[in-house]
């Protein structure tokens, strides 16, 4: 998972850097179009991977827990760069619709990516903002299966968390506690383990209550 995302954060940083060329006059609106048109497909498959990894990874686990990178939930942060790009002048010249498909599982090739380009210079009969996905070819549909899945997990994410912050509360108000890993040599793990020690209870609540203040936290607001 790590080697995923240390990838798309490579990509992510290339796509803020050609906004700020844009923003600085150092490059035109064409240059931009058609450079971040090959970022924005590059950076869809390696979110794809990493959401799916994540998801893999959650598998071993006793909850759904954050994978967490840089102090972050990475589902939510990915979530986060979806709104800086949505925010920048980017998605003037290139509209995304980063919304409604985090995944931009309607422009599932570099064809259709072309053509969203193409309707931004205004080649295109369609609007720019895309509505509901595009017919796909059929060699891309479980590709696009893919996508929509990933989308939807992202978008529960939030939802999902706050969940299990509120379940891991409960029983820490009765003296237990859920381990992360789903381990058989743990016995209870997934069902809870008595906490011993009051002192560890109390370090479970407050860090509990942190989690969920941070829970409270948009998406959109989070450092990138």
């Known amino acids: 998972v790590l080697q995923l995302i240390q990838r798309r954060e490579v990509v992510i940083i290339c796509i803020f850097a050609l906004t700020n060329e844009f923003t600085r006059g150092q490059i035109g609106t064409a240059e931009l179009q ?5 970022l924005l497909h590059s950076l869809q498959k390696i979110s794809l991977k990493t959401i799916e990894a994540i998801s893999h990874w959650r598998e ?35 509209p995304m619709s980063l919304y409604d498909f985090p995944l931009c599982s309607h422009l599932p090739t570099p064809e259709l990516f072309h053509q969203q380009l193409q309707a931004s210079q205004g080649l295109a009969a369609y609007p720019l903002q895309v509505s509901k996905p595009i017919p796909k070819a059929s060699k891309s549909n479980r590709y696009v299966t ?37 381990s058989s040599v743990i016995p209870g793990c997934m069902t ?25 936290v948009p998406a959109t607001e989070l450092p990138v």
């Open 60 to 94: 071993q686990l006793t909850r759904p827990f954050p994978f967490m990178f840089q102090r972050l939930n990475y589902i939510l942060k990915i979530l986060a760069d979806n709104h800086v790009v949505s925010s920048s002048p980017l998605n003037q010249v290139l």
């Open 192 to 216: 809870g383990i008595s906490l011993r020690s009051s002192v560890w209870g109390q370090r479970l609540e407050k860090a509990l209550q942190q989690a969920m203040t941070a829970l409270s």
């Open 146 to 182: 893919r996508l929509r899945r990933a989308e939807a997990y992202m978008k529960q994410e939030l939802s999902q968390q706050q969940t299990l912050v509120k379940e891991m509360q409960a029983l820490s108000s009765t003296g237990m506690f859920i381990p992360v890993l789903n």
């Open 34 to 38: 058609n450079k971040a048109t090959r």
